[in-house]
């Protein structure tokens, strides 16, 4: 069982910075990757960006390449997103999400990840 908690959410005006932080506890064994996804209100919820816990493979969605940064500290067991140039289309509740087990499912998809963080949000104003 793993158990996630996300921090670093807040308010920033448009074309500010945010790092976001998951903290895991719980197993690790096995332990295949981990991502972010977001949920704006009246929307669905979406990827962000993921990564290989060995060999630190990434992807992202096309709205966050060149602004959004994914990381992980193996030895915390830690997942950061840092977030730049944001605008008002980043505003959503920020969910982390790991896996422990290779998945057949695509990084990018929701059906790869196990367990879920509470949300973090992230609030982008004018």
């Known amino acids: 069982q793993v158990q996630l908690v996300e921090s670093g959410g807040g308010l920033v005006q448009a074309g500010g910075s945010l790092r976001l932080s998951c903290a895991a506890s719980?197993?690790?064994?096995?332990?295949?990757?981990m991502a972010w996804f977001r949920q704006a209100p009246g929307k669905e919820r979406e990827f962000v960006a993921a990564?290989?816990?060995?060999?630190?493979?990434?992807d992202y969605a096309d709205s966050a390449k060149g602004r959004f940064t994914i990381s992980r500290d193996s030895a915390k067991n830690r997942m950061y997103l840092q977030m730049n140039s944001l605008n008002l289309e980043d505003t959503a509740v920020y969910y982390c999400?790991?896996?422990?087990?290779?998945?057949?499912?695509?990084?990018?998809?929701?059906?790869?990840?196990?367990?879920w963080g509470q949300g973090t949000q992230v609030t982008v104003s004018s």
């Open positions: 990564i290989r816990w060995i060999g630190s493979i990434t």
């Open positions: 999400a790991a896996r422990n087990g290779v998945a057949s499912a695509p990084m990018k998809s929701l059906d790869a990840y196990e367990y």
């Open positions: 719980g197993s690790t064994f096995g332990r295949y990757a």
